[in-house]
């Protein structure tokens, strides 16, 4: 790989604190595609049992619970959870498939009880409300120049990547690309830090990748080869805890070089962000939140609340001029709650007053 990758890389400098980004919630945590041979019944089956394993892994963000002791039952049991199917037929690499052609099967699992199966399974369940990772990715041509994949962007290489993202359910954000961002990346060593800061996403992927074959004079095909170099940031309040974690792939196709990245960022936010052994205790709190000036601030939190996959149960107690008094059940607790709230953009925790919120405009 070129030698002035690592210079390129070096001029990230880690950031200092955490930062939040507004709600990124991700909707299709409970849906999954697999490939199958054809549309047999024993194909059907052997694409429910791939499709529960892949949204497992969604689900605990822990890549075992594919083949986990403790979920074998889920998978050999998972037409008893599917809500619908379908079956698509989509273009793929002939490495894949020689005709170009593969059909995938794909699944819509019951939210309610395939949740309440995998908590009886005794796993932790990685809500919908996820840290977002802002991407800084540049495809180098053969003449050595540039390009980086912007938020309103198509193409093969964005396909990749959201297909990648998709698998594991990471919010992952572009850049707007804008006339003061281009110019600023234009410079040898741009300043990612800086350029990252009106985003404030919670953690930022730098990538480079370049086209072997584009060196080599050969022409763009679906299996063309890349060598990549990533650098992944995840920073937090305690620089003890900062992240700061580089590494290259070669000579692989956009697929498989997307897919091992994400794979490793989901795997370090899960490791983050994931808490089994807190999940497995429900705590009974009483929360107060202030700044409820309205119906619809009352039924934002109200709603927001009740749609957290860790709150089991919201009561309402009072509403008084100190502010709305609420009643809930958490797995894992307060200290979970504060964390997951934090992702959002309906409440915020109010400094030296555990147990209160504010609801924001």
Known sequence: MSSRFPKYFMA??????????DAVQVTDLYQASAPIVDRSDESRRAGMRQAMAQVLVKLTGDPAAAGAPETLALRNGAERYVQQFSYEMKAVSVAVNPTGQQTYLNAVFDQATLTAAIREAGLPIWGRERPGTLVW?????????????????????????DEAARDRGIPLLLPLLDIEERAA??????????????????AVLVVEVKAVTAFLGGPATPDELYDSQWRFVLADEDKERNQDIHWEMVQATLPVSMAGAVERVAN???????????????????????DVSDVDHYARTVRYLENLDIVTAVAINAMSDKGLEIQVAVRGGLPLLQQTVEFGSVLRSVEEQPGTFRVLP
């Open 185 to 202: 990346l234009q410079d040898d060593l741009p300043d990612f830090a800086l350029l990252s800061e009106p985003y404030a996403a919670d």
């Open 137 to 161: 990715l540049a495809v180098v041509n053969g003449e050595g120049e540039r390009q980086y994949l912007g938020s309103d962007e198509s193409g093969p290489v964005r396909e990749a990547l």
């Open 268 to 290: 370090e936010l899960a490791l983050r962000y994931v808490d089994g052994d807190a999940q497995r205790t429900e705590e009974r709190l009483t929360l107060t939140v202030i």
């Open 12 to 21: 990230f400098g880690l950031l200092v604190a955490a930062t939040v980004c």
